[in-house]
């Protein structure tokens, strides 16, 4: 199936986006957000973490890798921004968090993405202007097609 893709006009829209995610996640999914420096990786992230019920604010976890958050499922929410080689997410051990039952949200997953789960759903964010920010969703296996699915009902524009 052809790639789907949205435009949000403001970080609100971006939080938005997420809480539509993060109500349709199911245990286990592994969405892999990808698009550089301040393109709204962390916005949707929160987001996603407001949609799963998660009161805490996902800021971003700018000196830990993983931060584990609690909602209706758990969120593991993991930036690989600081790591320089794919070994080194091999090295993290975050088995541990992709084959539980809470939903991993993965920043600057083209980090890692040749060690990563072949099995998920690419977010890649791309800048288009000041406050535009788009959006292509990628699925990798039936379960994430599915789930595209799903969420082209819920969310407007997409
Ligand atoms: N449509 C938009 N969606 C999201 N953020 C936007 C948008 N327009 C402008 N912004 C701004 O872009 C920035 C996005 O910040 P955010 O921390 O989410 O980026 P990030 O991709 O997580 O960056 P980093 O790579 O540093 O982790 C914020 O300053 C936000 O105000
Ligand atoms: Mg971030």
């Keep these: 199936m052809s790639d789907i893709e949205l435009i949000t006009h403001s970080p609100e829209e971006t939080q938005k986006l997420g809480v539509y995610i993060g109500e349709s996640a199911q245990a286990g999914d592994i ?20 949609g799963l019920d998660i009161e805490e604010y996902a800021l971003s976890p700018t000196f830990v890798i993983v931060r584990e958050l609690r909602g209706r499922l758990p969120l593991y929410h993991i ?15 975050l088995d541990e968090y992709l084959y539980r039952n ?8 083209e980090k890692g993405l040749s060690v ?33 699915d799903r969420l082209k009902y819920f969310i407007p524009n997409l």
């Excluded at 892999?32 to 996603?48: D, F, H, P």
């Excluded at 990563?116 to 977010?123: F, S």
Aim: with cysteine; aromatic share 12%.
């Design 102 to 109: 809470g939903v991993c949200v993965i920043e600057w997953a």
């Design 79 to 93: 930036d690989l921004y600081r790591l320089d080689r794919a070994e080194e997410v091999d090295e993290l051990g």
């Design 31 to 50: 969405y892999l957000l990808t698009g550089g420096l301040g393109t709204g990786k962390t916005y949707l992230t929160q987001g996603i973490a407001w």
């Design 116 to 148: 990563l789960p072949p099995e998920h759903l690419l977010i890649e964010i791309s800048y288009v202007g000041e406050t535009d920010r788009r959006f292509r969703f990628k699925p990798s296996g039936q379960h994430y097609v599915d789930l595209v």
